[in-house]
């Protein structure tokens, strides 16, 4: 599972924001939170690093969408992982 907090910088102007925020509650994966001008704070859950990634691209694409700044990564395979790679619990 892969969690990443974002800023997202959507179009200031309209329609562009119109269109920025409707393509952006489309998004499943994504929870918008708190908007602050033309910024809005957002969380992206996925099951993996790599389908975060895919999705990151894919909102930055999105029509009225300026910028996609990823502030924060949470990965959880990092916190069942002991040393070199051994399950929480195991040693090696």
């Known amino acids: 599972m892969a ?3 974002l800023s997202i910088a959507i179009h ?5 924001r119109t269109a920025a925020l ?4 489309a998004v499943p994966e994504l929870t918008l939170g708190p908007r602050k001008g033309h910024r809005i ?7 993996s690093p790599r389908e975060d990634v895919r999705l990151v691209r894919q909102i930055q694409a999105l029509a009225g969408v300026l910028t996609v700044d990823v502030v924060a990564v949470f990965y959880a395979e990092a916190f069942t992982q002991g ?3 051994a399950q929480a619990g ?3």
């Open 90 to 92: 195991e040693s090696r």
């Open 41 to 47: 704070a957002a969380v992206l859950e996925t099951d």
């Open 3 to 5: 969690i990443s907090g």
């Open 12 to 16: 200031p102007e309209e329609p562009e």
């Open 22 to 25: 409707e393509a952006l509650q």
């Open 83 to 85: 040393p070199q790679g």
